[in-house]
């Protein structure tokens, strides 16, 4: 279950590879511009705002996102993102932190732009930290005599679910794409106790609250915590720095 209200408690980061993924996008007239995986709509929002004569498409997989999204004036719909497929006036699609769920995505995008229109405009955005201390943290938790029997059935991601900048632009070249990829790692400075853990919490650890009861999930939260504290301490001025890395890839479909 996705809790809008823990996603959004660090909006700011959050937001800001949206916004440098989607300045790459130099569509000026669009017919149709579709989020895949619009969250909360916060962000949703903003393209409707730089692309008002537009028709705006909206879709998430959670229905506690798709409610959220409507609290924020967008008409999403409930659909996984394996499901979509573009309507022929399709100009701008948008999928920001939503493929590392998808096993095969490479697949799917390589479907996509060969259904997208001529000179339509493809833009992805995935987290590229998979092998940063706070997963390898998690992994080693979740893999632990304690832990593996009571997540056997979760739906863990694989610890390498994403490509580099240059494997999304081999698959979307191969489409006939003309691709900008490339990667950003983010110093992020968080606040509070324990942000790396709650940061986390909103995002890769969603399975494992999914599947422990209240009591398994207070359990595994204190014994990650300190795991977390240790490898990003708290600065002196109470502050901690978490490095996130991000991989971004635009593409535009022949023709015009």
Not at 32 to 49: A, H, S
Not at 77 to 96: A, G, K, M
Request: net charge negative.
């Amino acid at each position: 279950m996705w809790d809008p209200v823990k996603y959004l408690a660090f909006d700011d980061e959050r937001s800001r590879p949206f916004f440098e993924l989607v300045a790459r996008v130099r569509a000026d007239a669009p017919r149709r511009v579709v989020d895949l995986g619009c969250g909360p709509g916060n962000l949703t929002v903003t393209l409707r705002e730089r692309w008002p004569g537009a028709a705006l498409q909206a879709t998430d997989s959670s229905i506690e996102m798709v409610g959220a999204a409507k609290e924020n004036g967008i008409d999403a719909v409930l659909q996984d993102v394996r499901d979509w497929r573009p309507e022929p006036d399709t100009d701008v699609v948008v999928s920001n932190a939503v493929l590392q769920w998808v096993p095969g995505h490479p697949a799917l995008l390589t479907e996509w732009a060969k259904q997208l229109p001529p000179g339509a405009w493809l833009a992805i955005q995935v987290p590229g930290n998979f092998d940063a201390p706070s997963h390898l943290a998690i992994r080693e938790l979740t893999d632990s005599e304690r832990w593996r029997p009571a997540l056997a059935g979760a739906p863990l991601q694989h610890p390498r679910p994403v490509l580099d900048p240059a494997g999304y632009a081999q698959v979307l070249a191969a489409a006939g794409c003309t691709v900008d990829a490339w990667e950003t790692t983010y110093l992020q400075r968080l606040t509070g106790d324990d942000p790396v853990l709650e940061w986390v919490t909103g995002t890769a650890l969603r399975p494992v609250r999914d599947t422990l009861d209240e009591n398994e999930w207070q359990e595994f939260r204190a014994e990650l915590a300190p795991l977390l504290r240790a490898t990003y301490p708290r600065q002196v001025d109470g502050t901690t720095w978490l490095p996130f890395r991000r991989v971004f890839c635009v593409a535009q479909t022949p023709g015009t």
